[in-house]
């Protein structure tokens, strides 16, 4: 009794340390120079922040090694200085590119919670080696979908390596935040990886339960002075690219050939909570290319957003609708950077800006924008806002007409981390010569509530939106459920969709319709006193969808076991039961519909094993292998999908993504290959070469893509792209590309 009485105190005493931690950011006019020295009279005079908990392999106690952390500012910047101890010199990491990914290597990020509402957040992250990277997190950073990594802008830092530690120091121009002028406070958070301990630790304790980059475990820091805007912020970015093209099946392409192109973006503070971007006649082809998959399901996958027109404030428009998730899914830097969850319906994807139909191949094809404008972020500490307007230019050779697409977005916080957001999407077409089968306009509208409780137990959404549009059908409507409940030995999930038959929404992500779907989890974390096991974690996940007149038409349930490995590998076991009805011919057998497929109207039941291992990514070899063995359909596969990488740092490494499928039905047997070998080499902090070939034997394609960057000032980079596409049979070129293109970061 006694102790339990203590334990209570204890729990108490911890929540009200939590509570009254806040630290103070003196204001210095004393200029400071990024060295990694710390030898300032500023950083002498600096507050200390308090000292490290431990995340990994423990949560309960002070951390190992420490990382003390100190901040100052003045009228442009905000000065961060750390000094990170670790058991040796040894550290690790994948390249020198900026951008990289935190699991696996020793690294620390510092989060800015500008406006307190421990909903959205800056991210600016070091490594022993002076390599950067920056983030945006929305929705609390409560799960992986809300990473953002994909966002840059301009700051500055260096890091120095002594004997038993590393120091690093950051000069972030005020600029680069979106905050309300003549604020005092905001909520500030520090997490750090430690390879050669194998520790993980955070500023804030937060339990294993708990992705470490949850907002909802920062502290407050208090400016010692009102913050000012930093004086006008106008950037400008332009660009100017020569290529020169070849189609070889369609030679009368007028895209082919050789072009010069220029074009650029802007970026303007209107308030220091308010950003305008501008684009015009926007170029990504220097973006990197997506990594293709087999897609085993009847359904469109979708691939994340990289054009950085669109990232900034991106959840505004974007977080809208429903995901399917595990919660006990590892973060996604434990899992090779894959997402947890894959999502249902969305009102808005701007992945569809840019993407039009041609009308001779039935084929999704690029389409340029000519223009873009969006006005992002905060009005004040509860109300953010969103408006964008894109145009897209008319292609009478492929028969896409020009498209203007606007969207607006409304969040309005609520009882502290929640909030309520409205959406509007119109897509319209302009001009009639090239509307022949298109729809005159397409349009959602929608009212969402988002979740999350202050104790970081409670998280979820509730939406609805409904489509106006010039098609006579009933049903064009989509509603969503979900709510989590997370404690440090019990996660429990309820979530379910109801998208009507009528809801296409043109803009946004909607694989399927016409169905109700329901996804309950239910799962137990014990966290043992092992060598071996960290974390094992086991439990039921139930995924069905249901069609209206016909019944259940798909379904996916059984236990699931996760083992967490002292080492940071992890296991991740599923033992599934299957049925699927089809209400479409299906080509099971992945043969792009050379070989027969399953007919509509017929159902199966099946059985098989699936599993995800993560190796210890701190290894100069590591891998993540997902195997399928056992029933499918009306046969049997063996499948397995990963990614092996050998680490030679700093330059880089060598890569192979795989994915082989071994499908036997009564309808015949085929095997379906994806091979991509990758070489990424990084001569400095400046100078990037990525070069990978994809074959992919179910559309017969070899893809070869290799670009050289040179970032010969800050976020300003030169490049070179090669691309080439040949038929895997014949051998016969498809289409090739050069490309030469140079950016220009220049601050007015």
Known sequence: MNRLLLLFISFLFFLQTQAQQTSTVRFITEKIKLDGVLDEQAWQNAEQLPAFWQFFPKDSVKAKYQTEIMLAYDDKNVYIGAKLYSPGNNYVTPSFRRDFRAGGNDNVSFLFDTFNDKTNSFLFGMNPFGVMREALLYNGGTANEYFNMYWDNKWSAISKMYDGYWICELAIPLSTLRFKEGSTQWNFKAYRFDTQSNEQSTLMRIPQNQIIMNLGYSMPIVFEKPLKKAGASISLIPYVSASTTQDFEHPENPAAGNKLNFGGDAKVAVTSGLNLDLTFNPDFSNVEADRQVINLTRFDVNFPEQRQFFL?????????????????????????????????????????????????????????????????????????????????????????????????????????????????????????????????????????????????????????????????????????????????????????????????????????????????????????????????????????????????????????????????????????????????????????????????????????????????????????????????????????????????????????????????????????????????????????????????????????????????????????????????????????????????????
């Open 312 to 748: 900034e404030n991106s959840d505004l428009f974007t977080g809208f609708g429903g995901y399917n998730t595990n919660p006990f899914v590892p973060p996604a830097g434990v899992l090779g950077g894959s997402a947890a969850g894959n999502q249902i319906v969305s009102p808005f994807f701007s992945r569809q800006i840019g993407i039009g139909i041609d009308t001779v191949t039935n084929l999704s094809v690029q389409n340029r924008i000519t223009y873009g404008a969006r006005i992002s972020g905060k009005i004040d500490d509860n109300w953010r806002v969103g408006v964008l307007n894109t145009q897209t230019a008319a292609d009478a050779f492929k028969g896409i007409a020009s498209m203007n697409y606007s969207v607006a977005a409304l969040q309005r916080k609520v009882f502290g981390r929640s909030n309520i957001a409205a959406i509007f999407v119109n897509k319209e077409v302009l001009g009639k010569e090239l509307s022949k089968g298109v729809n005159a306009y397409n349009r959602v509208a929608g009212l969402e509530y988002n979740l999350a409780s202050k104790d970081n137990r409670w998280n979820g959404k509730v939406f609805y939106h409904q489509i106006f549009s010039p098609i006579d059908i009933n049903e064009k409507f989509a509603h969503g459920f979900m709510l989590n409940y997370s404690v440090r030995k019990l996660i429990a999930k309820w979530s379910h969709d109801w998208v009507g038959k009528g809801f296409d929404a043109e803009v946004g992500f909607v694989p399927r319709k016409n169905f109700f779907h329901i996804n309950p989890t239910i799962g137990f974390n014990i966290f043992p006193k092992s060598k071996t096991f960290n974390r094992i974690s086991y439990g039921v996940a139930y995924d069905q969808f249901s069609q209206p007149g016909l019944g259940v038409t798909d379904r996916q349930a059984g236990p699931f076991l996760l083992l967490g490995f002292a080492n940071s590998s992890n296991l991740l076991m599923t033992l599934n039961q299957n049925y699927t009805y089809l209400f479409n011919d299906f080509d099971a057998l992945r043969s792009n519909r050379t070989m027969p497929s399953l007919k509509k109207g017929t159902s199966y039941t099946y059985y098989n094993f699936s599993a995800n291992y993560v190796s210890d990514l701190r290894k100069k070899l590591s891998m993540n292998i997902q195997p399928l063995i056992g029933q499918y359909y009306d046969g049997n596969i063996v499948s397995v999908v990963g990614t092996a990488s050998y680490r030679f740092q700093p330059y880089g490494f060598v890569a192979i993504n795989f994915s082989y499928n071994n499908i036997n039905l009564s309808t015949g047997k085929n095997q379906v290959y994806l091979v991509g070998p990758k070489v990424d080499l990084t001569f400095s902090k400046s100078v990037f070469w990525t070069s990978y070939v994809q074959y992919n034997s179910q559309f017969k394609n070899v893809n070869v893509n290799s670009r050289l960057q040179w970032r010969f000032a800050p976020v300003s980079d030169f490049f070179l792209v090669y691309t080439d596409n040949y038929n895997s049979e014949t051998w016969m070129p498809k289409n090739r590309a050069i490309l030469a293109k140079v950016t220009y970061w220049l601050n007015l």
